[in-house]
């Protein structure tokens, strides 16, 4: 398990020249998917700006390690527009308020969203059910 606000500001190197292509400024999630799609970072050349999850060899507490190609791969069109989670507000699909996102946890191999982290107490990355300029969508817990 890793932790967007640990993953922020870590290095992004490739694997094969050991290259610093800039740091992680943000991840975006793919509600479609429950993951991660991308990483922004930050400090890179513009054509880097954006690594896409299957570019991503390994999430460490250290760097995040990419593919060197990453460079001559275009980010996806099917690439889901950039909303940051952490500090968004949180609501259930029935409008009720769950606090705001202080983290969210994802399998560093797989991309997946794992846990989002509310000031209001932890929600299961399976309910997740959107994420806008507004808030982040969850599902509702069954009673």
Sequence with gaps: MMLFTRTRGLPVITAEEAVTLGT????????RTRSVACLRLAGAPKNRAVVGWSAVEAVGHDAVIVHARVAD???PDD????RGAVGSRVLTEHGVEHGTVRDVAFDPVSGKVLTLYTALGDIAGERLIGLGSYAVVVRAERA
Excluded: A, N, R
């Excluded at 992680?24 to 509600?31: A, C, E, G, N």
């Design 73 to 75: 791969e275009p980010v």
């Design 79 to 82: 690439t889901p527009e950039h």
């Design 24 to 31: 992680v400024d943000d991840l975006t999630i793919d509600v």
